[in-house]
């Protein structure tokens, strides 16, 4: 245990010590403010840190928001690719329906193909007419 300083009589006290004593006074409330202040500073961090989580977790939901959205543009393209894709294989081509493995490419390139087979067979069906 640790003992107490011996104290003087307030009557016994000099003017050198009780400027020292105010000194002391002040110097305390000096530290006292500056922990004030750090710890103040500390909790505006804080606060500044959790304004910045919440700033970035509705960034976040704003973003799931358009990927969500981008996700269901990407589905709806993709069906109307799909029903593209069936028109021009039954309607150009003649195929009753494409087969799920064919690529857009594959449709155009047997369009292509039977085009050119149907001008090969009129020039050739043409060819062969007697000239009236």
Not at 67 to 74: E, G, N, T
Not at 78 to 98: D, K, N, V
Not at 106 to 127: C, K, M, N, P
């Amino acid at each position: 245990m640790t003992t107490q300083p011996e104290r003087i009589p307030l009557d016994d006290l000099t003017s050198d010590q009780l400027d020292a004593l105010y000194a002391r006074i002040a110097e305390l409330e000096q530290q006292v403010e500056e922990q004030v202040n750090a710890k103040v500073s500390v909790a505006g961090k804080w606060g500044n840190a959790l304004a910045d989580q919440a700033a970035a977790e509705a960034a976040v939901a704003r973003l799931t928001a358009g990927r969500d959205a981008l996700l269901k543009s990407v589905a709806d393209l993709i069906t109307s690719i799909g029903y593209a894709r069936h028109t021009l294989a039954t309607e150009i081509c003649g195929q009753p329906m494409a087969r799920e493995d064919m690529s857009l490419e594959q449709i155009v390139a047997d369009a292509v193909a039977e085009y050119r087979a149907d001008q090969s067979t009129i020039a050739r069906l043409a060819a062969e007419q007697p000239a009236t």
